[in-house]
């Protein structure tokens, strides 16, 4: 699998080149790859089946030095296009020995409150939504059958418009309004 994805890679570079020599370089070490891929996983195929066979052994060891070979070569002709600059070291890893995961160490401090034009105070809080006292206290319970049929169907339409906000819907404050009407 990692001989395949290094001979996608290989190619996609190819793909992605404008240099024509690089090209070439990249394609015959891809063609070179490809060859050896195939023969290696005949002979892994042949030592699966019979892990006791010396002369399988020796000949999938044969053919995975060939695949590495064509793998190194891959190596050498991507490394063909450098310009000759040395890449800069890679950073040094963090010293991780005193990393403790499991201590419980002090929390940062509380960073200071924004500081506004509200001079040290909390802005002031908005007004509470607009409710309609008079049609939830009529209809804070159920109605009983004496008070007759018209009254347990502005319950129900009460119950049902309380779903929705009558907010910019006509229809919703218009049922509610005929519910509070059909109650009264």
Not at 28 to 45: D, F, G, H, N, W
Not at 157 to 162: A, T
Request: glycine content about 4%; overall charge negative; some cysteine.
């Amino acid at each position: 699998r990692l001989a395949n994805r290094v001979l996608q890679l290989t190619k996609q570079e190819a793909d992605n080149s404008e240099d024509p020599k690089y090209i070439s370089v990249l394609n015959i070490a891809a063609e070179q790859l490809q060859t050896r891929v195939s023969p290696m996983v005949q002979c892994a195929k042949g030592v699966a089946m019979n892990i006791d066979d010396q002369s399988a052994i020796d000949s999938w060891r044969r053919r995975n030095g060939l695949l590495l070979e064509a793998v190194q070569s891959v190596h050498k002709a991507v490394q063909s296009n450098s310009t000759g600059e040395e890449e800069p070291p890679l950073p040094p890893y963090p010293d991780l020995r005193n990393l403790r995961l499991d201590e419980d160490g002090d929390a940062p401090p509380r960073p200071p409150p924004p500081s506004g034009n509200y001079g040290g105070f909390a802005p002031p809080r908005p007004p509470p939504p607009d409710t309609d006292d008079e049609a939830d206290n009529m209809f804070e319970h159920a109605p009983t059958p004496s008070q007759g049929p018209i009254m347990m169907a502005a319950h129900d339409l009460h119950q049902e418009v309380r779903q929705w906000s009558s907010k910019d819907n006509d229809i919703i404050a218009a049922a509610k309004k005929m519910a509070l009407l059909m109650a009264k």
